[in-house]
C-alpha cells in the first residue's frame, strides 16, 4: 500500500501565530496565562501548552482579576473584550486576522443599516464571537444560516438591504448552493469584496480533492471539534471514497486498510506535523509501501504578533 501526503496541509499562519502568542505569554510573563477556550481546536497543541502552564477557561469570570489572559484564534464579541478591561485583565488578542476581517465586515453592515445573512455553523466559536459585531443604533437583524434548506427557508426584514458574510472555514462548496438560494431570492444581496473563506481552508480543500481523486482511502488528522478538519473528511466521502477523521495514530484500525493500494492522508490546519508523521510511522510498521508527498500551492502568509506582546518579549515585561 502507498502513502500519499496531501499539500499543503496542517497548520496555517492563524494557527501559528495564536500558539506562538500563548507561547510567547508563557516565556515573558512565566505560568499561568489564562486562555478563554481552546487557543485552537486540538488536543494534543492544548494539552502540550497545558503542560508549559497555561490554564483554559471558558468564561473570564474564571479568570483572577490583573492576570494575563488570551484570547483564541476563533475570535470574540466586543463585549468580551470590554469585561476583561473592567476587570483589569492584561490581554493579548490571538484572533485569526482573517476572522477580524470578518468583524469589521459585519460591524461596517450593522453600521449601514444592511441586515446580514452569516453562513456558517450556529454555535461555533467563531460565529459566536462574530454575531457579537453586529451591533449598533443602526443594526437590522443577523441570520445565521447553515445549509441550503435553512436559506430557502429564511425571512428577512428588507431584502434590498441585505449582506452575507462566512465562517472562514466553511466549506467551499457548501457555500455555493446557500449562495445560489439567497442570490435567486434576494438579487440585491451583496457580498464581500474578497471572499471571506480563507486562503489555508481553501488550499486544503483543493488538495484533499485532487487526493481523493487518486486513492481508494483518506484519513484527515485533526480534531472532531475542528470545523476545517470535519469539511476535509466530508469533501473526501463526497467524492465517494472512504474517508476517517482520527486524533492520533493510535485511533488506526486496520481493517481500514484490508484490500487498499493507496492511502492519502492530510491534516486540519489545526494539526501539528507530529501527528500525521507518527501516523505515516505507524502505517509503516504495519507494511505500508513508499511515501509520495504530493506538490501543492506554496504558502507564504505570516502574521505578525500583536504589537502588544512583541513590545513585551523585546523588553521582557
Known sequence: MQIVLANPRGFCAGVERAIEIVERALDVFGAPVYVRHEIVHNRHVVDSLRARGALFVEELAQVPEHSIVVFS????APRVRAEADARGLRVFDATCPLVGKVHMEVGRHARDGR???????????EIVGTLGHYSGPNARAIHVVGNAEEAARLQ??????????TQTTFSIDDIKPILHILQERFPALTGPRKEDICYATQNRQSAIKELAATCDLILV????A???SQRLREIAAQQHVAAHLIDHADQLQ?????????VGITSGASTPEVLLTQVVARL??????PVENRPGVREHVVFALPRELAGAVRSGT
Request: charged fraction near 20%; aromatic fraction near 8%; glycine fraction near 18%.
Open 284 to 289: 509503516q510498521e504495519w507494511g505500508a509501501g
Open 254 to 262: 486496520r481493517a481500514w486498510f484490508e484490500g487498499r493500494r493507496r
Open 226 to 228: 475542528s470545523a476545517n
Open 115 to 125: 441586515e446580514v445573512v452569516l453562513i456558517g455553523h450556529a454555535g461555533h466559536p
Open 156 to 165: 428577512v426584514r428588507d431584502g434590498t438591504r441585505l449582506a452575507y458574510a
Open 221 to 224: 488528522i485533526g480534531s472532531p
Open 73 to 76: 484564534a476563533h475570535g470574540i
